[in-house]
């Protein structure tokens, strides 16, 4: 997938179709999350639940064309900015033999410890590990808004 280093395939299931017979509009953020844990897993090197030390803050969406049952889907990830604590991912999702783009999206993650609930910094390591992922990142160690 063009401009994406990490791609992620999504199979579309019969229980993922509206009554129009087509990808329900939620479903689409169920592949993206999918796609997410599995980028920050590969990202990270870490594996398990427990490695998933972010949250979700913010997520927009998109639609370009729908999806029907029977195609197959990849989802493509990327990180756009890196902020002290934040980041924010870009999405594409596309048909794997026509290229048709379905959706695009944007989601701003935060770096977050459970165990105290709250954001915590983005360590060095963190960045270096998606700065090599994701060479094109921007990076601005402040926390404004997105």
Request: aromatic fraction near 10%.
């Amino acid at each position: 997938m063009k401009g994406y280093r990490f791609v992620f395939p999504a199979e579309i299931r019969f229980n993922d179709l509206d009554g129009m017979g087509h990808v329900n509009n939620v479903i689409y953020l169920t592949y993206m999350e999918e796609a997410r844990i599995a980028w920050w897993l590969h990202v990270t090197g870490r594996s398990g639940i427990d490695a998933v030390d972010m949250i979700l803050a913010r997520t927009e969406i998109d639609y370009r064309s729908p999806a029907s049952f029977g195609e197959s889907l990849e989802v493509g990830v990327r990180c756009a900015s890196m902020r002290r604590s934040s980041f924010v991912l870009e999405f594409a999702i596309e048909e794997r033999e026509t290229r048709r783009r379905i959706a695009e999206a944007r989601k701003v993650l935060v770096h977050y410890d459970y165990e105290k609930a709250c954001p915590v910094s983005l360590t060095p390591e963190l960045r270096a590990r998606i700065k090599a992922q994701d060479p094109e990142v921007r990076a601005d160690g402040s926390d404004a808004p997105h």
